[in-house]
Protein backbone atom coordinates (compact mmCIF):
# COMPACT_ATOMS: atom_id res chain seq x y z
CA UNK A 1 0.00 0.00 0.00
CA UNK A 2 2.80 2.42 0.78
CA UNK A 3 4.09 2.40 -2.15
CA UNK A 4 1.63 4.20 -3.92
CA UNK A 5 2.11 6.85 -1.62
CA UNK A 6 2.68 10.15 -3.93
CA UNK A 7 2.85 13.80 -3.42
CA UNK A 8 -0.19 13.80 -5.60
CA UNK A 9 -3.66 14.51 -3.81
CA UNK A 10 -6.99 15.13 -4.02
CA UNK A 11 -10.02 16.14 -2.17
CA UNK A 12 -12.00 13.38 -1.59
CA UNK A 13 -15.50 13.28 -1.22
CA UNK A 14 -15.46 14.25 2.78
CA UNK A 15 -13.34 17.00 1.76
CA UNK A 16 -10.22 14.53 3.51
CA UNK A 17 -7.08 14.77 1.31
CA UNK A 18 -6.17 11.48 -0.41
CA UNK A 19 -2.86 10.12 -1.58
CA UNK A 20 -2.57 8.87 -4.70
CA UNK A 21 -0.57 7.57 -7.82
CA UNK A 22 2.51 6.07 -7.75
CA UNK A 23 4.85 9.19 -9.01
CA UNK A 24 7.33 9.58 -6.36
CA UNK A 25 7.58 6.98 -3.68
CA UNK A 26 8.10 8.83 -0.92
CA UNK A 27 5.43 8.68 2.37
CA UNK A 28 5.10 9.30 5.81
CA UNK A 29 3.60 6.01 7.68
CA UNK A 30 1.59 7.63 10.75
CA UNK A 31 0.81 4.24 13.30
CA UNK A 32 -2.71 5.29 14.93
CA UNK A 33 -2.68 2.78 16.95
CA UNK A 34 0.66 4.16 18.32
CA UNK A 35 -0.95 7.78 19.76
CA UNK A 36 -3.79 5.66 21.02
CA UNK A 37 -1.70 3.54 23.11
CA UNK A 38 0.41 6.46 24.07
CA UNK A 39 -2.39 8.30 25.12
CA UNK A 40 -3.76 5.71 27.27
CA UNK A 41 -0.09 5.39 28.46
CA UNK A 42 -0.04 8.97 29.93
CA UNK A 43 -3.52 9.37 30.74
CA UNK A 44 -2.64 6.57 33.19
CA UNK A 45 0.22 8.15 34.45
CA UNK A 46 -1.40 11.14 35.29
CA UNK A 47 -4.28 10.58 36.67
CA UNK A 48 -6.98 12.13 38.58
CA UNK A 49 -5.55 14.55 36.13
CA UNK A 50 -7.07 14.92 32.76
CA UNK A 51 -4.80 14.43 29.63
CA UNK A 52 -5.35 17.37 26.98
CA UNK A 53 -3.85 15.62 23.61
CA UNK A 54 -1.76 18.84 21.61
CA UNK A 55 -2.17 18.47 18.24
CA UNK A 56 -0.92 21.87 17.08
CA UNK A 57 0.77 22.18 13.61
CA UNK A 58 -0.66 19.59 12.06
CA UNK A 59 -0.47 17.33 15.11
CA UNK A 60 3.59 17.58 14.93
CA UNK A 61 3.46 16.97 11.35
CA UNK A 62 1.35 13.64 11.92
CA UNK A 63 -1.83 15.05 10.91
CA UNK A 64 -3.97 16.69 12.85
CA UNK A 65 -7.42 14.86 12.86
CA UNK A 66 -6.35 11.54 12.71
CA UNK A 67 -3.85 12.04 16.35
CA UNK A 68 -7.00 14.17 17.60
CA UNK A 69 -9.16 10.95 16.96
CA UNK A 70 -6.56 7.89 18.20
CA UNK A 71 -5.29 10.41 21.20
CA UNK A 72 -9.44 10.59 22.35
CA UNK A 73 -9.67 7.12 21.37
CA UNK A 74 -7.15 6.69 24.44
CA UNK A 75 -8.25 8.54 26.65
CA UNK A 76 -7.09 12.27 25.98
CA UNK A 77 -10.22 14.61 27.47
CA UNK A 78 -9.49 17.41 25.01
CA UNK A 79 -7.40 18.90 22.65
CA UNK A 80 -5.28 21.88 22.17
CA UNK A 81 -4.14 23.75 18.88
CA UNK A 82 -2.51 27.05 18.35
CA UNK A 83 -4.30 28.52 15.73
CA UNK A 84 -7.46 29.46 14.96
CA UNK A 85 -7.49 27.52 11.24
CA UNK A 86 -6.41 24.23 13.53
CA UNK A 87 -8.89 24.22 15.83
CA UNK A 88 -11.50 24.87 12.59
CA UNK A 89 -10.28 21.63 10.43
CA UNK A 90 -10.77 19.21 13.57
CA UNK A 91 -14.46 20.81 13.95
CA UNK A 92 -14.51 20.23 9.94
CA UNK A 93 -13.82 16.61 10.33
CA UNK A 94 -16.22 15.91 12.92
CA UNK A 95 -14.07 16.58 16.23
CA UNK A 96 -16.43 17.37 18.77
CA UNK A 97 -14.48 17.25 21.96
CA UNK A 98 -13.26 20.64 23.75
CA UNK A 99 -10.55 22.60 21.97
CA UNK A 100 -8.28 25.54 23.88
CA UNK A 101 -7.09 27.59 21.63
CA UNK A 102 -2.90 28.44 23.41
CA UNK A 103 -2.75 31.70 22.32
CA UNK A 104 -5.05 34.82 22.20
CA UNK A 105 -6.23 34.39 18.68
CA UNK A 106 -6.28 38.12 16.60
CA UNK A 107 -8.89 40.23 16.87
CA UNK A 108 -10.06 39.08 12.95
CA UNK A 109 -10.28 35.67 14.31
CA UNK A 110 -12.58 35.96 17.44
CA UNK A 111 -15.71 35.10 15.56
CA UNK A 112 -14.76 32.40 13.83
CA UNK A 113 -12.75 31.02 17.13
CA UNK A 114 -16.44 30.84 19.01
CA UNK A 115 -18.29 29.90 15.85
CA UNK A 116 -16.34 26.78 15.85
CA UNK A 117 -16.96 26.82 19.38
CA UNK A 118 -13.33 27.62 20.53
CA UNK A 119 -11.83 27.31 23.90
CA UNK A 120 -9.83 31.40 23.95
CA UNK A 121 -6.75 31.43 26.21
CA UNK A 122 -6.74 34.81 27.59
CA UNK A 123 -3.87 37.12 28.74
CA UNK A 124 -4.99 40.95 27.86
CA UNK A 125 -7.59 43.58 28.17
CA UNK A 126 -8.12 43.75 24.82
CA UNK A 127 -8.10 39.96 24.00
CA UNK A 128 -10.95 39.91 27.33
CA UNK A 129 -13.09 42.62 25.82
CA UNK A 130 -12.94 41.15 21.75
CA UNK A 131 -14.48 37.69 22.99
CA UNK A 132 -16.90 39.19 25.55
CA UNK A 133 -18.49 41.30 22.56
CA UNK A 134 -18.58 38.19 20.35
CA UNK A 135 -19.57 35.77 22.71
CA UNK A 136 -22.65 38.26 23.29
CA UNK A 137 -23.78 38.81 20.11
CA UNK A 138 -23.94 35.02 19.59
CA UNK A 139 -25.97 35.37 22.99
CA UNK A 140 -23.50 32.84 24.46
CA UNK A 141 -21.22 32.22 27.69
CA UNK A 142 -18.27 31.05 26.34
CA UNK A 143 -15.65 29.28 28.82
CA UNK A 144 -12.16 30.67 28.86
CA UNK A 145 -8.93 30.22 30.32
CA UNK A 146 -6.39 32.86 31.10
CA UNK A 147 -2.42 32.10 31.25
CA UNK A 148 -0.18 33.45 33.69
CA UNK A 149 3.21 33.98 32.64
CA UNK A 150 5.47 32.82 35.44
CA UNK A 151 8.69 32.68 33.71
CA UNK A 152 8.43 31.61 29.69
CA UNK A 153 8.41 35.28 28.66
CA UNK A 154 6.78 34.54 25.62
CA UNK A 155 2.65 35.26 26.18
CA UNK A 156 0.58 35.51 29.44
CA UNK A 157 0.01 37.68 31.85
CA UNK A 158 2.27 38.68 34.32
CA UNK A 159 1.52 37.01 37.99
CA UNK A 160 0.71 40.91 39.17
CA UNK A 161 -1.64 41.57 36.62
CA UNK A 162 -3.76 38.08 36.83
CA UNK A 163 -6.07 38.30 39.44
CA UNK A 164 -7.30 41.58 38.11
CA UNK A 165 -7.56 40.08 34.34
CA UNK A 166 -9.34 37.07 35.97
CA UNK A 167 -11.90 39.73 37.40
CA UNK A 168 -12.44 41.58 34.07
CA UNK A 169 -13.34 38.03 33.26
CA UNK A 170 -15.64 37.37 35.88
CA UNK A 171 -17.26 40.85 35.47
CA UNK A 172 -18.32 39.73 31.51
CA UNK A 173 -21.90 38.53 31.61
CA UNK A 174 -20.65 36.48 28.39
CA UNK A 175 -17.84 34.93 29.50
CA UNK A 176 -17.14 31.77 32.37
CA UNK A 177 -14.04 31.45 33.52
CA UNK A 178 -13.20 27.96 33.09
CA UNK A 179 -9.35 27.59 33.34
CA UNK A 180 -6.57 29.16 34.82
CA UNK A 181 -2.86 27.84 33.68
CA UNK A 182 0.87 28.54 32.75
CA UNK A 183 3.57 26.95 30.85
CA UNK A 184 6.95 24.96 31.75
CA UNK A 185 9.87 26.20 29.65
CA UNK A 186 12.66 24.79 31.37
CA UNK A 187 10.74 21.10 33.03
CA UNK A 188 12.88 18.51 30.66
CA UNK A 189 16.25 20.29 32.05
CA UNK A 190 19.02 18.44 32.98
CA UNK A 191 19.96 20.54 35.77
CA UNK A 192 19.97 21.65 39.00
CA UNK A 193 18.82 25.45 38.38
CA UNK A 194 16.44 24.18 35.75
CA UNK A 195 14.39 22.19 38.30
CA UNK A 196 14.50 25.12 40.49
CA UNK A 197 13.24 27.32 37.75
CA UNK A 198 10.32 24.80 37.38
CA UNK A 199 9.97 24.38 41.32
CA UNK A 200 10.01 28.59 41.67
CA UNK A 201 7.50 28.81 38.51
CA UNK A 202 5.07 26.03 40.25
CA UNK A 203 5.12 28.09 43.82
CA UNK A 204 4.81 31.50 41.74
CA UNK A 205 1.35 29.98 39.88
CA UNK A 206 0.63 28.35 43.13
CA UNK A 207 0.59 31.72 44.63
CA UNK A 208 -1.46 33.09 41.96
CA UNK A 209 -4.01 30.62 42.64
CA UNK A 210 -4.30 31.16 46.53
CA UNK A 211 -4.38 34.92 46.16
CA UNK A 212 -7.85 34.42 44.19
CA UNK A 213 -9.07 31.81 46.68
CA UNK A 214 -8.92 34.26 49.32
CA UNK A 215 -11.20 36.25 46.74
CA UNK A 216 -13.42 33.48 46.54
CA UNK A 217 -12.13 33.05 43.10
CA UNK A 218 -11.60 29.16 42.06
CA UNK A 219 -11.03 28.08 38.66
CA UNK A 220 -12.62 24.99 37.67
CA UNK A 221 -9.62 24.06 36.12
CA UNK A 222 -5.51 24.60 36.88
CA UNK A 223 -3.11 23.45 34.06
CA UNK A 224 0.73 23.61 34.24
CA UNK A 225 2.22 21.00 32.46
CA UNK A 226 3.66 19.82 29.33
CA UNK A 227 4.82 15.89 28.41
CA UNK A 228 8.03 17.15 30.63
CA UNK A 229 6.25 18.70 33.29
CA UNK A 230 3.64 15.76 33.51
CA UNK A 231 6.35 13.13 33.66
CA UNK A 232 9.04 14.90 35.54
CA UNK A 233 7.39 17.37 37.98
CA UNK A 234 3.60 15.71 39.58
CA UNK A 235 3.53 18.51 41.47
CA UNK A 236 2.68 19.97 38.65
CA UNK A 237 -0.14 18.23 37.44
CA UNK A 238 -2.92 19.84 38.85
CA UNK A 239 -6.63 18.88 37.31
CA UNK A 240 -5.19 19.06 33.79
CA UNK A 241 -1.37 18.31 31.70
CA UNK A 242 -0.89 19.22 27.85
CA UNK A 243 0.93 16.60 26.36
CA UNK A 244 2.57 17.16 22.94
CA UNK A 245 5.85 15.30 22.03
CA UNK A 246 4.73 12.34 24.36
CA UNK A 247 1.45 12.04 22.27
CA UNK A 248 4.00 10.88 19.46
CA UNK A 249 5.92 8.35 21.30
CA UNK A 250 9.09 10.82 22.30
CA UNK A 251 10.54 12.04 25.83
CA UNK A 252 12.31 15.10 26.19
CA UNK A 253 15.69 14.41 27.96
CA UNK A 254 17.15 12.21 29.74
CA UNK A 255 15.85 13.33 33.29
CA UNK A 256 12.21 13.04 32.01
CA UNK A 257 13.27 9.42 30.25
CA UNK A 258 14.26 8.00 34.11
CA UNK A 259 11.37 10.03 35.33
CA UNK A 260 9.12 8.38 33.15
CA UNK A 261 10.52 4.47 33.36
CA UNK A 262 10.29 5.28 37.21
CA UNK A 263 6.83 5.84 37.28
CA UNK A 264 5.15 3.56 34.22
CA UNK A 265 5.17 0.21 35.56
CA UNK A 266 6.90 -1.10 32.46
CA UNK A 267 5.04 0.71 30.18
CA UNK A 268 6.34 2.37 26.95
CA UNK A 269 5.92 5.02 24.09
CA UNK A 270 5.70 3.76 20.74
CA UNK A 271 6.85 6.37 18.17
CA UNK A 272 4.10 6.79 15.48
CA UNK A 273 5.96 8.14 12.54
CA UNK A 274 7.99 6.51 10.16
CA UNK A 275 9.97 8.23 6.86
CA UNK A 276 10.51 5.97 3.85
CA UNK A 277 11.04 5.60 0.07
CA UNK A 278 12.07 3.37 -2.38
CA UNK A 279 14.98 3.50 -4.32
CA UNK A 280 14.61 4.63 -7.73
CA UNK A 281 17.94 4.22 -9.57
CA UNK A 282 21.26 2.11 -8.94
CA UNK A 283 24.57 2.52 -10.55
CA UNK A 284 28.28 0.95 -9.64
CA UNK A 285 30.42 3.59 -9.33
CA UNK A 286 34.58 3.31 -8.75
CA UNK A 287 36.06 4.07 -6.00
CA UNK A 288 36.99 8.26 -5.75
CA UNK A 289 34.32 9.26 -7.30
CA UNK A 290 32.21 12.25 -5.70
CA UNK A 291 28.43 12.18 -6.20
CA UNK A 292 26.10 14.70 -5.40
CA UNK A 293 26.26 18.58 -5.70
CA UNK A 294 29.68 19.80 -4.25
CA UNK A 295 31.59 16.66 -4.60
CA UNK A 296 32.15 16.51 -0.75
CA UNK A 297 32.92 12.91 -0.12
CA UNK A 298 34.84 10.47 -2.55
CA UNK A 299 33.43 6.70 -2.42
CA UNK A 300 36.00 4.74 0.02
CA UNK A 301 35.59 1.43 -2.75
CA UNK A 302 34.22 0.85 -5.91
CA UNK A 303 30.27 1.25 -4.38
CA UNK A 304 26.72 0.73 -5.47
CA UNK A 305 25.02 4.07 -5.08
CA UNK A 306 21.19 3.87 -4.72
CA UNK A 307 19.07 7.30 -5.47
CA UNK A 308 15.90 7.82 -3.09
CA UNK A 309 13.11 10.69 -4.07
CA UNK A 310 13.19 12.29 -1.05
CA UNK A 311 15.21 15.39 -0.11
CA UNK A 312 15.56 18.59 2.00
CA UNK A 313 12.65 19.97 0.70
CA UNK A 314 10.87 17.18 2.53
CA UNK A 315 12.09 17.56 5.55
CA UNK A 316 15.86 15.92 5.38
CA UNK A 317 17.90 18.70 6.05
CA UNK A 318 21.36 18.81 4.13
CA UNK A 319 23.37 19.71 7.75
CA UNK A 320 22.50 15.93 8.31
CA UNK A 321 24.94 14.76 5.83
CA UNK A 322 28.28 16.17 7.90
CA UNK A 323 28.00 14.24 10.73
CA UNK A 324 27.59 11.21 8.78
CA UNK A 325 23.40 10.11 8.82
CA UNK A 326 22.69 6.89 7.75
CA UNK A 327 19.60 5.58 6.32
CA UNK A 328 18.15 1.44 6.12
CA UNK A 329 17.87 -0.52 3.32
CA UNK A 330 17.73 -4.54 3.58
CA UNK A 331 17.94 -4.18 7.42
CA UNK A 332 21.09 -2.56 6.68
CA UNK A 333 22.52 0.81 8.04
CA UNK A 334 23.82 2.26 5.19
CA UNK A 335 25.99 6.12 4.64
CA UNK A 336 24.84 9.16 2.55
CA UNK A 337 27.09 8.95 -0.96
CA UNK A 338 26.62 12.64 -1.48
CA UNK A 339 25.08 15.75 0.07
CA UNK A 340 21.80 15.72 0.44
CA UNK A 341 19.18 17.73 -2.43
CA UNK A 342 15.94 19.08 -2.45
CA UNK A 343 14.68 16.16 -3.92
CA UNK A 344 16.67 13.27 -3.75
CA UNK A 345 19.34 11.72 -1.50
CA UNK A 346 22.61 9.14 -3.40
CA UNK A 347 23.18 5.86 -0.48
CA UNK A 348 26.11 4.21 -0.44
CA UNK A 349 25.50 0.63 -0.72
CA UNK A 350 29.24 -0.61 -0.95
CA UNK A 351 29.36 -4.35 -2.89
CA UNK A 352 26.12 -4.89 -1.79
CA UNK A 353 24.44 -5.75 -5.52
CA UNK A 354 21.67 -6.62 -4.60
CA UNK A 355 20.13 -3.63 -3.92
CA UNK A 356 17.54 -2.93 -6.65
CA UNK A 357 14.72 -0.51 -7.57
CA UNK A 358 11.93 -0.37 -5.44
CA UNK A 359 14.01 -1.48 -2.33
CA UNK A 360 12.09 -0.09 0.58
CA UNK A 361 14.33 2.85 1.95
CA UNK A 362 14.02 3.51 6.18
CA UNK A 363 14.62 7.39 6.60
CA UNK A 364 13.05 7.40 10.58
CA UNK A 365 11.90 4.61 11.66
CA UNK A 366 12.78 0.56 12.10
CA UNK A 367 13.74 -2.07 9.65
CA UNK A 368 14.60 -5.52 10.62
CA UNK A 369 16.62 -5.09 13.63
CA UNK A 370 17.53 -1.80 13.06
CA UNK A 371 15.68 1.38 14.12
CA UNK A 372 16.55 5.42 13.44
CA UNK A 373 14.66 7.35 15.61
CA UNK A 374 13.76 11.45 15.59
CA UNK A 375 16.36 11.65 18.61
CA UNK A 376 18.70 9.88 16.62
CA UNK A 377 18.35 12.59 13.83
CA UNK A 378 18.10 15.06 16.87
CA UNK A 379 21.23 14.35 18.25
CA UNK A 380 23.05 14.72 14.61
CA UNK A 381 21.52 18.19 14.01
CA UNK A 382 22.28 19.90 17.17
CA UNK A 383 18.02 20.26 17.65
CA UNK A 384 15.14 18.45 19.11
CA UNK A 385 13.24 15.77 18.48
CA UNK A 386 10.25 18.16 18.14
CA UNK A 387 12.13 20.52 15.39
CA UNK A 388 12.64 16.50 12.93
CA UNK A 389 8.90 15.73 13.53
CA UNK A 390 7.25 19.05 12.85
CA UNK A 391 10.26 19.24 9.80
CA UNK A 392 8.65 16.06 7.32
CA UNK A 393 7.30 18.09 4.59
CA UNK A 394 3.72 18.58 3.35
CA UNK A 395 4.83 17.32 -0.15
CA UNK A 396 5.76 14.13 1.99
CA UNK A 397 2.06 12.00 2.04
CA UNK A 398 0.89 11.07 5.48
CA UNK A 399 -0.23 7.45 4.97
CA UNK A 400 -2.59 5.96 8.59
CA UNK A 401 -1.07 2.33 9.50
CA UNK A 402 -2.33 0.50 12.41
CA UNK A 403 0.89 -1.31 13.94
CA UNK A 404 3.16 -2.47 11.52
CA UNK A 405 0.84 -2.99 8.73
CA UNK A 406 -0.87 -0.51 6.49
CA UNK A 407 -4.37 0.51 6.44
CA UNK A 408 -6.16 -1.56 3.80
CA UNK A 409 -6.00 -1.27 0.26
CA UNK A 410 -6.75 2.41 -0.45
CA UNK A 411 -4.56 4.62 2.03
CA UNK A 412 -6.03 6.48 4.81
CA UNK A 413 -4.69 10.31 4.79
CA UNK A 414 -3.64 11.13 8.25
Not at 68 to 87: N, Y
Not at 279 to 294: E, H, I, M, Q
Amino acid sequence: MAEGATGLTAPAADGVTMAQGRSRPAWAEIDLDAVTHNAAVLSLLVRPARLCAVVKAHGYGHGGPAVAKAALAGGAAQLAVALVDEGVELRQHGVEAPILLLSECSADAVDTALAYDLTPTLYTSEGIEQVARAAAALCRRTAVHVKVDTGMHRVGAPPAEAPALVQAVLAQPSLRLEGLWTHLPVADGEGEDDRAFTLGQLDLFDRVVAGLAQGGIAPEMLHAANTAGAVAFPSSRYDMVRCGLGLYGYLPGAAVSAAFDAQAGGATLRPAMSLKARVVAVRTLDAGVRPSYGRLRPLPGRSVVATVPIGYADGVPRSLFAPGYEVLIGGVRRPLAGMITMDQVVVDCGEDTSVRPGDEVVLLGRQGDEVITADDWAALLGTISYEVLCGVGPRVPRIVVHGSEPDGPAARPA
